[in-house]
């Protein structure tokens, strides 16, 4: 019976251990930032001939207002990331739906990827609609071993359609 309410007593011990979480500021969070290079895409429609020229582009596509704020204890931190999908084109004749993959990635000091999530929004533009903003919300959870800081892991984020990817997308929809 001793034993039983020993075990007992450490598992309410080690669940207390964190603490209660508290709000995270810029030199306590993990730094947040969308992937070089990733975070605007131009897709310039089906035919490749066509000049990639912002004049002739079909769809732009742009990551926006990323913020992670985080609450943490001892023992995790909990970040709350967020970002804005802003999509424009040209033809608004017809309704679309965009398929827009992305992915949040966790990251220790060394750059190497600790975690790794992906996801895909699907903003609708109605007809006669030229643009679209989609808010996005990831929440993440990094347990903190003895001695780690919350600020020493960074979170990526990068859109997985870049201007080739884009253009051979809609080359495939349009023939």
Do not use: W
Not at 44 to 71: I, Y
Not at 107 to 122: M, Y
Not at 135 to 157: H, K, W, Y
């Amino acid at each position: 019976m001793a034993a039983v309410a020993l075990v007992i007593g450490l598992v309410a011990l080690g669940g207390c251990a964190g603490g209660r979480m508290e709000a995270g500021n810029s030199l306590t969070c993990p730094r947040a930032l969308f992937l070089a290079g990733t975070d605007r895409a131009t897709g310039f429609g089906p035919n490749p001939a066509t000049a990639q020229v912002p004049e002739n582009a079909v769809l732009e596509l742009q990551l926006v207002d990323l913020k992670a704020p985080c609450s943490l204890n001892r023992v995790q931190a909990v970040s709350n990331i967020s970002f804005s999908i802003l999509i424009e084109r040209r033809n608004t004749a017809i309704a679309e739906v965009y398929a827009v993959p992305y992915f949040v990635a966790i990251t220790d000091a060394s750059g190497t990827i600790l975690a790794k999530h992906e996801f895909v929004s699907r903003p609708r533009l109605a007809v006669g609609v030229p643009a679209v903003t989609v808010n996005e919300r990831v929440d993440e959870t990094f347990p903190l071993t003895q001695g780690q800081r919350a600020v020493a892991f960074e979170i990526l984020v990068r859109s997985e359609e870049h201007t080739s990817e884009l253009q051979a997308r809609l080359h495939l929809v349009c023939r």
